[in-house]
């Protein structure tokens, strides 16, 4: 199983910055991908960012280029750095795990963070 807990978010102004993190806890040897989505207000959840072991990172249009994602060394916690925020930044984001590997088994089970709020102000 996998543990999420998320941390960073808070109140800030256009154009300021925050740092989210993602800690994943649990029996898991791996965790292959790990991801960023958040959910607007009165929108459906959608996909911020999105970055497999080794890979390349995905980002959705209306973050590239002001979001960046990324991996600790230890493997265990994913970042989402922002840049040049906007209110329409505005949301409550999660942090997801689709799936983990515990020895040589991969379990097809996502795990989802509690979210932290992110407020951009105009």
């Known amino acids: 199983q996998v543990q999420l807990v998320e941390s960073g978010g808070g109140l800030v102004q256009a154009g300021g910055s925050l740092r989210l993190s993602c800690a994943a806890s649990?029996?898991?040897?791996?965790?292959?991908?790990m991801g960023w989505y958040r959910q607007i207000p009165g929108k459906q959840r959608e996909l911020v960012a999105l970055?497999?072991?080794?890979?390349?990172?995905d980002y959705a249009d209306s973050v590239k280029g002001r979001f960046t994602i990324s991996r600790d060394n230890a493997e265990n916690t994913v970042y989402l750095r922002m840049n040049s925020l906007k209110p329409e930044d505005t949301a409550v984001y999660y942090c997801?795990?689709?799936?983990?590997?515990?020895?040589?088994?991969?379990?097809?089970?996502?795990?989802w963070g509690q979210g932290t709020q992110v407020t951009v102000s105009s």
């Open positions: 997801n795990v689709p799936g983990y590997s515990s020895r040589n088994i991969y379990y097809q089970r996502a795990f």
């Open positions: 649990g029996s898991f040897s791996s965790i292959n991908t």
């Open positions: 970055v497999a072991l080794g890979g390349r990172p």
